[in-house]
């Protein structure tokens, strides 16, 4: 292994386990009701594909989101990282919550306090792909509309914010 790998190696390493320090670790769980998140089914949205699948929201008082924009996105709650709305996609397979990568490393990234309302259109790389955006992340603004209108939401945490985005998100205005 060349020292430049060993060294970054080292400095991600130290990094990680500074932020756990800082943070804490990230624990499992699989009771929505006592750490307080509210669930609602979002009964008017049938699927196409599977009319059976159900579609819910999550409403999760001071919660965190951290993602590493390619194949996790964790939605914290107390340190407590929330099943079947965190995302895992690992080579190319949905994977269960416990092989989260936060689990292991932490979240070693600086936290960003926003207080207001946060919606949350995030999942991992796909977001900045304009067919993924389009299909995946855009539908998002149709099941939040079926719970509250946009405009009380203060902010939507999305992939990027590329002109194309921009433009797109421009319509929703």
């Not at 020292?3 to 929505?32: C, H, M, P, W």
Request: proline share 3%.
């Amino acid at each position: 292994m060349k020292i430049r790998k060993i060294f970054q190696k080292i400095f991600k390493i130290f990094f990680q386990r500074l932020f756990i320090l800082f943070y804490g670790n990230i624990k499992e769980f699989s009771d929505f009701s006592s750490i307080g998140i509210k669930r609602t089914s979002l009964d008017n949205i049938i699927s196409d594909v599977i009319p059976e699948k159900k579609y819910f929201i999550y409403e999760i008082a001071n919660g965190r989101i951290y993602t590493d924009m390619v194949e996790n996105v964790a939605i914290l709650k107390n340190n407590t990282i929330v099943p079947n709305i965190s995302f895992q996609q690992i080579y190319g397979d949905l994977k269960s919550s416990n092989f989260n990568k936060v689990l292991k490393a932490g979240t070693p990234r600086i936290k960003k306090k926003i207080s207001g309302t946060v919606f949350s259109m995030i999942q991992g790389a796909s977001g900045n792909n304009y067919f993924h955006f389009l299909f995946d992340i855009i539908t998002r603004l149709k099941l939040c509309e079926e719970k509250y209108p946009l405009n009380q939401i203060d902010y939507f945490y999305v992939p990027g914010v590329d002109h194309w985005q921009k433009k797109i998100f421009s319509i929703f205005e």
